[in-house]
């Protein structure tokens, strides 16, 4: 049996492909988090981190949390494939990690959302803080996730047009 979008392609093959690119497109998505949360840690031991308003002190623990889950679901299928190695698993696990991997960018996106309202909320308080984090917020539900969505749909659409 072959694929349809790549001829002579067997789905063993197709699952290789999807892995091998999912894991590339993690390595990308994890060194930016990964940063952010290297950040992160050092900033209360800074001088100015007690000039922080308690609101922002909780602001500080969320944003934490969530880029230490983004760590955690975007290095997830790099462990789900060691555990599965040789175990004839490849299709389970493309699909786990696939779904794994989207609930890590949309992570991700909030980390990164909630940290520039933590340095903007210092810097420029008030409400340019919360403009500059509606923006980035705006950013990332549009471009990782309406753009992309929308074209899925259109070409689910296309496909069902062409079916018999």
Request: glycine letters at 6%; one cysteine or more.
């Amino acid at each position: 049996m072959t694929s349809p979008d790549r001829p002579g392609e067997t789905p063993a093959e197709r699952a290789d492909r999807n892995l091998v690119d999912l894991l590339q497109e993690l390595r990308v998505a994890t060194l930016g988090v990964q940063v952010l949360f290297g950040f992160l840690l050092g900033l209360p031991f800074t001088i100015r981190f007690a000039a922080l308003h308690p609101w922002q002190h909780w602001l500080y623990v969320t944003t934490l949390m969530l880029s230490s889950v983004s760590v955690v679901l975007l290095v997830t299928p790099v462990a789900y494939h060691r555990l599965l190695f040789r175990r004839h698993q490849l299709g389970y696990l493309v699909a786990a990690a696939n779904v794994i991997a989207i609930c890590g960018l949309a992570t991700v996106a909030m980390a990164v959302s909630a940290a520039v309202l933590l340095v903007t909320s210092y810097v420029e308080p008030g409400l340019p803080a919360v403009v500059l984090a509606a923006i980035t917020v705006a950013m990332f539900a549009g471009f990782w996730f309406a753009l992309p969505l929308a074209r899925r749909a259109r070409v689910d659409g296309q496909d069902e047009e062409r079916r018999p």
